[in-house]
């Protein structure tokens, strides 16, 4: 940088490096605060809207322990619209689908259950959420009339911790196509899946494997007169 000899010299040179890029190193900084500002205000704008959908969720959990009467199935889907409409993409609009679903199967609605169910598979889930509504995509298109194209379902998807659950829905399908071998080995899996994960067999997967296995009559020896 050049040494200014008189201080009007320096004064004039400052003047002059204003006006060629001090308004315009200004515009900048003010742009690096507005933008800090701005940056801090999503974040809580972001925190504000976590907390209202979470708010939101915990009312729909509640008014989903009752579904007995349709007013009580209104008030559910009315949440549930809700939460997707006003927080679409979030997770909370994916667990909104999931519950969508379960009501239109109470309901008979299975394509109303398959497009739910596909709208959270389309939205980039958590895996967590993304092996739970194969699942039950799986058991909804089985449902439908077709588990061919079920199993084909659960064959692609990653079981995760769900692994016994996927196998006892396996089962399922292999009964409703009278594969019965196949039914058994499914449940036999699953219940050996359940027991690895210290859950145990359900009382249905017993019952079902029961059902399919069933103890053959010993032969009583005829009473002596």
Do not use: C
């Amino acid at each position: 940088m050049d040494t200014f000899r008189t201080e009007e010299e320096q004064v004039e040179a400052l003047r002059k490096w204003w006006d060629d890029n001090g308004r315009s190193t200004l515009f900048a900084i003010v742009m690096a605060i507005a933008a800090g500002f701005g940056w801090q205000g999503w974040q809580q704008y972001q925190q504000q809207q976590a907390e209202e959908a979470s708010i939101r969720y915990e009312a729909l959990q509640e008014a989903t322990q009752q579904v007995d009467e349709e007013e009580q199935r209104a008030t559910i889907r009315h949440l549930a619209e809700g939460l997707k409409s006003d927080y679409s993409g979030s997770t909370y609009a994916q667990f909104a689908s999931l519950h969508l679903a379960r009501l239109n199967v109470l309901e008979g609605d299975l394509v109303a259950a398959e497009r739910e169910l596909r709208d959270v598979l389309t939205a980039s889930p958590a895996a967590a959420v993304r092996i739970l509504a194969e699942l039950r995509l799986a058991r909804v298109v089985a449902a439908s009339g077709d588990p061919t194209v079920a199993l084909e379902i659960l064959d692609a998807a990653e079981a995760g911790a769900y692994a016994p659950a996927y196998a006892e829905a396996r089962g399922d399908m292999y009964v409703q196509m009278d594969q019965t071998d196949m039914a058994v080995a499914a449940y036999e899996d699953a219940a050996a899946l359940a027991a690895a994960s210290g859950t145990g067999a359900s009382q249905s997967l017993q019952f079902k494997l029961q059902a399919l296995t069933p103890i053959p009559a010993r032969e009583v020896a005829p009473l002596e007169e």
